[in-house]
């Protein structure tokens, strides 16, 4: 079966602009996460979502992030009025439940801001 | 503050001998961790992990170790193959309150295994 898709791969904008990543998790999988990774750092929890309820958001940095998720699948991640320290490796990762230990993520989408 | 520590940005092992990552946590709290292997351009894929009541856990070549008491755990792979050459993350979450599905991520271990 497919694993986790994200779109698009490479992503570069002017500071200022507005952008959105799409995550496609794998097909039944309840939980949806986004992480971002910065040069030379780990990975940087966002948000969450599981089912229906009320996402996570405790890992948003700033107001200028939002995410949502449309009928329990794809989800988007929207950034506003981007900055240069907004480039990162934006991944995305779905899991069947809640606690399982396996997260399994999308190759990432690359955005670079100038 | 980071909270999950690999102090070691990369490490070469000959093919055929033991490489062994190393991680540290400061967080009491955690107590499931894990293993992350990330290929260029891929995102990351699970390894192994490991429950806090246990301090070993072994799967065919892979073996995660923990130390609680020095809040330190290790990935040993044995013996090394060229295939294992990748960024190497490792992850850490605690008890099954609110929050615990949030993952705490090392900044990574770049393994080259040389044939």
């Known amino acids: 079966g497919a694993g986790v898709s994200q779109s698009p791969s490479n992503k570069v904008t002017e500071k200022g602009k507005d952008v959105e990543l799409r995550c496609d998790p794998i097909s039944g999988h309840t939980a949806l996460y986004w992480y971002r990774q910065s040069l030379g750092q780990g990975l940087e929890f966002l948000i969450y979502f599981q089912g229906n309820s009320a996402p996570d958001k405790s890992g948003l940095p700033s107001d200028r992030f939002s995410a949502e998720r449309t009928g329990g699948s794809v989800s988007t991640l929207t950034i506003q009025r981007t900055q240069q320290e907004d480039s990162a490796v934006y991944l995305c990762?779905?899991?069947?439940?809640?606690?399982?230990?396996?997260?399994?993520f999308g190759p990432g989408t690359r955005l670079t801001v100038l | 503050d980071q909270q999950v520590k690999q102090n070691s940005p990369s490490l070469s092992v000959q093919e055929g001998r033991i490489s062994i990552l190393n991680c540290d946590y400061t967080n009491s709290m955690f107590d499931y961790f894990l293993w992350y292997k990330k290929y260029p351009a891929e995102g990351p894929t699970f390894l192994i992990s490991?429950?806090?009541?246990?301090d070993k856990n072994e799967d065919g070549r892979f073996t995660v170790f923990l130390n609680k008491s020095a809040k330190h755990l290790s990935l040993h792979i044995v013996p090394s193959q060229p295939g294992d050459s990748a960024v190497y993350f490792c992850?850490?979450?605690?008890?099954?309150?609110?929050?615990?599905?949030?993952?705490?991520f090392g900044k990574g271990t770049k393994l080259s295994v040389i044939p």
């Open positions: 990762a779905s899991s069947p439940g809640v606690l399982t230990d396996t997260q399994y």
């Open positions: 992850a850490a979450r605690s008890g099954s309150g609110a929050g615990s599905y949030q993952l705490t």
């Open positions: 490991i429950s806090s009541i246990k």
